[in-house]
């Protein structure tokens, strides 16, 4: 973003979209994730235990795979696309 957009409030178009963003997924998990789970969890598909430790793995790896998919996405020299295919493969199948 120019200098003279920033000076001029331009930033705030940004942070406008990162809390549209944050309430869209907030208003996805209460709306759909969260009954979903509720439902696995009372038809006994997957055990309690389970349930709470796959949500905990996804969970801690959320912000690393977010930042992997924008650097691939937005062409960032900083990661490599191996080094993020890899790192999310992992993330997504090992834990």
Avoid at 43 to 67: H, P, Q, R, V, W
């Amino acid at each position: 973003m120019p200098e003279d957009v920033i000076q001029n409030g331009g930033f705030l178009v940004y942070l406008l979209g990162i809390v549209y963003a944050f309430n869209g997924i907030a208003l996805v998990t209460q709306n759909y994730i969260n009954p979903a789970i509720d439902t696995i969890k009372k038809k006994g598909i997957i055990g309690s235990d389970t349930m709470n430790a796959t949500l905990l793995a996804f969970s801690n790896s959320a912000a690393e795979s977010f930042i992997v998919m924008v650097s691939i996405f937005y062409d960032l020299p900083d990661i490599g696309i191996q080094t993020a295919v890899q790192q999310t493969a992992f993330y997504a199948l090992i834990i």
